[in-house]
């Protein structure tokens, strides 16, 4: 029979400071019930950056707006232009420590769900089952007008095919998979429309301004209400799509825990936000439980371009 954690707080909207004490991580997960939450700093020890960590990609980048790519074709060129570029950088990332140890515990029995913020598949890729992807995935893609799916591996095909010889250098990469390209450098990339019925395609993900679906909303506040606690992964928490989650657990009572290396807007909830690197600190936890950590996904990550 599973124990509620015994820690204990009160909810407050004043930040708190951050420990480098991980005991509240392994008491959560030695009672067993916890559901995850993951953001774009799990990824980071992976090569793919954050948007507002230390050198975070919002730094240096506004991301399009879902109204601005279905409005406008110049919009749509210059991000599948830069999607198409960083695609293949997304491709070659791997499962990082982080990764290994969340499927770790997932195996050990700690778990009760795992929601991801990332669009990256590398939970999945470290051998994590059931993840919920809150924001979607980069490896589909949509059509707008008919609605049908297609692997991204056949779109980058043929946005290969349209645009031969398309090899600019990017300033750097964002973790929605969009490289920082200028307007020279995209140039007159060709768009390729929906193989099925002309329409537009759009990777199967939620832009900043686009709702997360919401079935998918649902779904994800009912696996806070079966949880014992929520275990936040490398999130700032700073939109609504995730913080709301937050809010839920402590309204109803259920420990938060985050480990986040800065401040987070969630952080008023938590019991406390641990304040160190992901990779090291859940390998540390993960020792301590006993739990075995394995090379699954080592190898690879979303399926190759």
């Known amino acids: ?50 948007y507002r960590g230390e050198g975070g990609s919002l730094r240096r980048h506004t991301p399009m707006t879902y109204q601005e790519f279905t409005a406008n074709t110049q919009a749509r060129r210059r991000y599948w232009a830069r999607s198409h570029l960083g ?43 059931g ?31 349209a645009n031969a010889g398309f090899e600019p250098v990017a300033a750097g990469l964002n973790p929605d998979g969009d490289a920082d ?3 020279d450098q995209v140039g007159d990339f060709r768009v390729v429309p929906c193989a099925g019925c002309g329409g537009v395609l759009k990777p199967d993900v939620v832009f900043f301004g686009e709702a997360v679906p919401p079935q998918r909303v649902g779904h994800c506040r009912d696996l806070v209400d079966g949880a014992t606690s929520l275990l936040v992964l490398g999130s700032s928490l700073t939109v609504m799509s995730g913080l709301r989650f937050v809010r839920q657990a402590a309204r109803a009572g259920k420990p938060v825990v985050i480990v986040n290396r800065d401040p987070t807007r969630g952080d008023g909830h938590a ?35």
């Open 131 to 161: 993840v919920v992807e809150l924001h979607g995935s980069l490896d589909r893609v949509v059509c707008l007008s008919c609605g049908a799916f297609t692997p991204r591996r056949e779109v980058a095909r043929r946005l290969e095919e």
């Open 1 to 50: 029979m599973r124990m509620r954690p015994t820690l204990s707080w009160t909810p407050t909207e004043e930040p708190r400071p951050g420990t480098t004490d991980p005991e509240p991580v392994v008491e959560a997960l030695t009672a067993g019930g916890v559901l995850v939450l993951s953001g774009a700093g799990l990824s980071t020890e992976s090569g793919i950056p954050d």
């Open 87 to 129: 695609w293949r950088t997304f491709g070659r990332a791997r499962p990082n420590a982080g990764h290994r140890a969340v499927a770790a515990f997932g195996r050990h029995g700690a778990l009760s769900g795992l929601i991801t913020q990332n669009v990256d598949g590398l939970h999945q890729a470290a051998g994590s089952d």
């Open 271 to 305: 019991v406390t936000r641990v304040a160190l690197p992901l990779g090291s600190t859940l390998t540390a936890v993960a020792d301590r439980l006993g739990v075995a950590l394995d090379d699954r996904g080592a190898g690879a990550g979303l399926p190759p371009r």
């Open 181 to 183: 390209l200028t307007d």
